[in-house]
């Protein structure tokens, strides 16, 4: 079934980066035949950090034992509910690797990013759904919202992904710029922090961003939701994250594409 029109950042960026996986997931409402295991991963580190903040919230503080025995158990307690829907996709790859790197990276986060921090959470996973102008509600949800000394408030996104930005910059910087603008729209605030975590590498990436800028970020994003609404074709854009993507059984431009159980999209 399809899903009510409502915008989200990986909506927009999904119509960019493949039209015809834009269609397959948000018009034609089909089910990815997969999650893969990055994906998968990336999860349940999430769970994990927010898991640590509700609690130091709630006045317990955890080891990274804990942190790291918790997401152990999560991941394993998840991996084997959701088989065979989780795909490894790297030949030479296991999900064992995967589930050590992503107690890597927590451990590591843990140890250089938790133990120092200290802001005050404000909310983990906040809701907000924003109208634009453009015909359609933006909605996101804010990882971690939190507070400094000053009073100024932190918008807080953890990344989980291979890739690490040398600055603040990029798809990852847009997303955080519309949630500035959903803030803003939300709260008299005049002036924003926008915190990119990355935690692969246990490292930062911050912007101020002030309430003047943000009129150009709402011009940029309405107009970029408007594109994906009007559009009427949804080619298929085949590249390197093919592999990845759920819908390569259905669809025609997948490289190695092979013959198996058809399922039927629009
Ligand atoms: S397999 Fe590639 S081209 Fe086809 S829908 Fe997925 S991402 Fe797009």
């Known amino acids: 079934m399809a899903q009510p029109e409502t915008f989200s950042f990986s909506r927009v960026t999904t119509f960019e980066q493949c039209p015809r996986r834009y269609r397959y997931r948000y018009l034609d409402g089909v089910r990815e035949a997969f999650q893969s295991i990055e994906a998968f991963m990336g999860q349940q580190v999430h769970a994990t950090v927010e898991w ?10 955890h080891a990274v034992e804990a942190a790291v025995g918790r997401y152990c158990t999560e991941f394993d307690k998840a991996h084997s509910a959701s088989k ?8 030479d790859m296991a999900a064992e690797y995967y589930r050590r790197s992503g107690a890597e990276m927590l451990a590591d986060f843990h140890r250089r990013r938790f133990v120092a921090d200290g802001l005050e959470t404000v909310a983990m996973e906040r809701h907000f759904v924003l109208d634009l102008g453009a015909g359609a509600p933006f909605q996101g949800y804010i990882d971690r919202l939190a507070r400094d000394s000053d009073g100024t408030l932190h918008i807080i996104d953890f990344k989980t992904g291979a890739r690490v930005p040398a600055r603040f910059e990029g798809k990852d910087a ?16 005049d002036e924003l922090v926008l915190v990119l975590e ?13 309430r003047s800028q ?15 609404r009007s559009a009427t074709v949804f080619p298929p854009i085949p590249g390197s994250l093919c592999d990845w993507c759920g819908f390569n ?18």
Do not use: M, W
């Open 52 to 61: 640590l903040y509700n609690q130091r919230l709630a006045g317990h503080e």
């Open 84 to 91: 065979p829907t989780v795909r490894v996709i790297r030949a």
């Open 174 to 189: 847009d997303q955080l710029d519309a949630y500035a603008l959903a803030l803003f729209t939300q709260t008299d605030a």
């Open 198 to 210: 990355y935690l692969r590498t246990a490292t930062a990436h911050t912007k101020r961003v002030r």
């Open 214 to 228: 943000i009129e150009e970020v709402r011009r940029r994003l309405a107009a970029r939701i408007a594109a994906a």
């Open 249 to 266: 059984d259905l669809c025609e431009a997948y490289p190695s594409r092979r013959v198996g159980p058809a399922r039927f999209g629009r």
